[in-house]
């Protein structure tokens, strides 16, 4: 059984473009989730989505950054326009209902590594 | 807030040498604890976990105990191969936070000959 993936696996752009990055979860989870490591910083939560519907967004950290999963299956997060500041590792992660903390793990994707010059 | 605190790196061991990184955690709840890992061009995998007070996770010769009363889950190997280097992150999760995951900094490990 495939794994999460994620697109692409790096991506370098200048400050003011627009950058969109895509996750696929394990067919059949319904929770997905990004996450963000900044260089050498912990690995931060941004948002989390049951299928299509965002059941948090706190840790998004601003109105450039906009996640999509229509159709409950793959999921996009976009930023536009892009800053110095989001360059970083974007992970997505993926679980059965009931999450990590219920039923098992989160199983995560290999990141994209994003680089704004 | 729920929060993780890693014992900073980078870490340079021998090979056969013991292991430790030190973790600790706040949560407001009763969270799972987890010690993911990523390999050099791979994601993250789950290297083991504990969802409750006095349990102890282990797999490939890593072990963590959940002590509740030290908010800790410090990682151990008694024989590190040059395999494990890795970097090790360690986290909570809670359904208090949604299962949203709490991760600490990362600690690089590098093992030689």
């Known amino acids: 059984e495939a794994g999460v993936t994620q697109f692409p696996s790096h991506s370098v752009i200048e400050k003011g473009q627009t950058v969109t990055l895509r996750c696929d979860p394990i067919?059949?989870?319904?929770?997905l989730y990004w996450y963000r490591r900044v260089m050498g910083k912990e690995i931060k939560f941004l948002l989390h989505?049951?299928?299509?519907?965002?059941?948090?967004e706190s840790g998004m950290p601003n109105n450039r950054f906009l996640a999509e999963r229509t159709g409950g299956t793959y999921s996009t997060l976009k930023v536009q326009p892009a800053e110095l500041e989001d360059s970083g590792v974007y992970f997505c992660?993926?679980?059965?209902?009931?999450?990590?903390?219920?039923?098992?793990?989160?199983?995560f994707g290999p990141g994209t590594r994003l680089t704004v010059l | 807030g729920d929060s993780v605190t890693q014992m900073e790196g980078p870490v340079t061991l021998s090979e056969e040498a013991f292991l430790t990184i030190n973790c600790t955690y706040t949560?407001?709840?009763?969270?799972?604890l987890f010690w993911y890992v990523q390999y050099p061009g791979e994601g993250l995998q789950l290297l083991l976990k504990?969802?409750?007070?006095?349990d102890k996770g282990s797999n490939k010769g890593f072990e963590a105990t959940y002590r509740k009363e030290t908010t800790s889950f410090h990682l151990e190997k008694g024989s590190v191969q040059v395999s494990d280097s890795a970097v090790y992150f360690c986290?909570?999760?809670?359904?208090?936070?949604?299962?949203?995951?709490?991760f600490g900094t990362g600690t690089s490990l590098t093992v030689i000959p």
């Open positions: 949560a407001t709840g009763y969270p799972s």
């Open positions: 504990a969802t409750k007070a006095d």
């Open positions: 992660a993926s679980s059965q209902e009931g999450g990590a903390g219920v039923l098992g793990e989160q199983f």
């Open positions: 989505f049951v299928k299509e519907s965002k059941q948090d």
């Open positions: 986290a909570l999760s809670s359904s208090n936070t949604g299962n949203q995951f709490y």
């Open positions: 067919s059949g989870h319904d929770n």
